[in-house]
Every structure is written in structure tokens, then in C-alpha cells.
């Protein structure tokens, strides 16, 4: 919202005061396809203020200028103070305009002569669910005033919502909610993802997203998407220093290893995130020591994750490079649990990696608010 205020007056509508209405005066402003001029009667007509409202909402928007009178070449005149307060205004309009938008914006602006004199600038949204009534009747603006819409109009505007609406929902609120489910769902665990969905999204179909004039909502699905691009560009960045905890890790608490493995071949190096190799009903599994780091889940429990594994054996057998045969290391439970902890040491100490988990759990509570929101809307 705020965008016609500005188109019109410069800045955001919380903003404008009463210099702001004058100098629309002097420059001779004409009324225009989504700027109005209605003057403060001393009994105010309500009916004529709703049917205005309800054609912006009914095509494109507008602006609203309550309390400004208008010659008959549609320039402004003079300001029409007027001792109606915001309160009432709204809730005479609400028994008018059906169905009511709660995302209509009333500016007061107080006679600096007078404060108990006002006029208002209210703000229209186009609406995302046309039409409207004002006062029992549907209408649409056109170029410089507000007619009512024939039979055929209002039964196409009913149409297009409907489809409007369902297009919205199948292709940018559906995918928006279904992904971040799964983002919920596996953030805790092994999450990856491509680039967002918010760039798949058809851009036809994301610019209908903008049109709901739903700031809040989009805003927020752009901050949500920024802070899941974010962590991904981390997780991929932060795979060299987990890496290298881990490698500080074995060194220091297996003095007896031949170091030089570590930094002679990359196919070595890959090797050091994967130091558990578990017997487990005839087979073998490798668990990931780097993937149990990063969301801080014990190496046990992170082969637990795995579909396919349901319960595990009590006997374990613990290996340094387990894909290795040659410089393979079987070392006992009591040894890699205390590099596993050496390691939880040395990451918590990381400032990166708390950074990390710090948008682990920040994009865990995002996605709830997102599933949330997109209920909203379906």
C-alpha cells in the first residue's frame, strides 16, 4: 500500500499534511482516472462516498480526497473541514461497501486552525476479489468519474475473481505453501534445496501475486525465501570448516594416524566426514559425521533418519575412513565419542556455524508462519 500517496503527493500517505492538500490546490490538480474529490457536506452523504470507494476497489484503485471540494472542470477549490471523526467514517462505510476490504488506509488530517475540523485521505486498493457493492449497487471508474456496471459486467467481474482467485492458489500459493512444508519437514535433517521457488513461479502468475496488494503477505514470502537462499549459500560454504573441525578433531585425539592422508588426495579428504561404519543386519552403512554436525543431531541418530533403518544393533563398528580399505582405522565407541564431542566443542566456538543454526531455527519458525498465512488464503 502507499503507492498511489506517493505517485500523487510524494511520499507515503502517513505522511501528507495539510501543505501537501494545498499545493495539489494551487497546481490545479484535475481528478483522473484514480483520484477523486468529494467535499464535507454539513450532512454527509455516505452512499456517494461508498459507491467511489467501491469502483477503486472494483478497478484499479485510487485516492480519496475527503473534505475537498471540486470545481465543475474537476480542479480542486478549497478544503471542506469537516467534525466527523475516523471511527465514524469507517463505520458508516462498513454498513456500505459489501463486501467490506479491511485493507482500505484512512489518513486524518486536522485543520491546524481548528483540531476538532478534519478531512481524510483514503487510500483504495485495487481488490483481489472484485466486485464490490456501494450502497446496494456494483460500480467501476472510469477515465474521470464512477458509473454502475451492467448485468454482463458484474457477472464476468464475479467470473474473474473466481479464476483469479483459483489461479492464485494452484500456482503461487499451493507451491509457496507445499514447499515450505517440506522445507519444514526436513530442515532439522539432511535439507537441500535449489534455487527458490519463488523464481520457478511463472512471473505472470507472481506478478498476480503483487496485485492482491497484500504487502504483509508477499513481503514476508520474499523475506522467507531471502533467509532460505541465505542458509543454503551457508551450508555449501560452511562444508570446508566442518570439514576442517573434523580433521582437527582426528588429529588430535588419534596422534597415531598418518596425517599426511589428509592432504595428499581430494578423494582422501572426502573420506574424513564419514567416520562411522555400522554393522547393521548383514550390510554396511556409513553415517555422515559432517551431516551430524550441521544439524546437531548425534551420529547415531542421524542414521536413524534414514528410511530404511528402524532399530539399530547394539554392535557398532566404529571406522576412521571406512571407504578406505587401505588407511582404514577401527577405533572403539569410547574413542569416537569423544572426537564426536571434541568436534561439538570446537563447531560450538565457530562463529559461522552459530550463525548457521541461528538460521536453522529462524527459517524453522519462517515456515510455520508460512504454511499459516497460505491457509489463509486458500
Known sequence: MGKLSKQYFGKPIEEIQVNDVEKLISEEKTEDYSLEYTEIPKSINYDE?????????????????FGLRERKNMFPDSITWGNISKET?????????????????FKEIKNPKNETELIFIIEVPKSSEPPHMGSGRYYIRNVWE???MGHYEVKNMFQQSTLYKDKIIENVIGPIFNDAEVI?????YDYSCELDIINKINISYRYLLYLTNDEEFYSFIDEFYAK???????????????????????????????????DSQDDILQYKREVILVTYANRFETADLYKALLYKIKPREELKKRKYIK???DTIEYSIFPNDKINNKIISSDKF??????????ASQNESLLKLWKYKEEISDMCLSVMSLCLDKM
Open 49 to 65: 462516498l461508498a459507491k467511489e470507494i467501491s469502483a477503486f476497489l472494483n478497478t484499479n484503485g485510487g485516492l480519496v480526497i
Open 184 to 188: 519444514c519437514n526436513n530442515i532439522d
Open 228 to 262: 532460505v537462499k541465505e542458509f543454503n549459500e551457508l551450508v555449501s560454504r560452511y562444508k570446508g570448516i566442518m570439514s576442517l573441525i573434523i580433521k582437527n578433531a582426528i588429529k588430535q585425539k588419534l596422534p597415531e594416524l598418518d596425517y599426511g592422508l589428509f
Open 146 to 148: 464512477s458509473r454502475p
Open 89 to 105: 467514517l469507517v463505520r458508516a462505510l462498513r454498513g456500505k461497501i459489501e463486501p467490506w476490504h479491511d485493507e482500505l488506509i
Open 311 to 313: 532399530d539399530l544393533e
Open 337 to 346: 565419542n569423544e572426537i564426536y564431542s571434541y568436534c561439538e566443542e570446537l
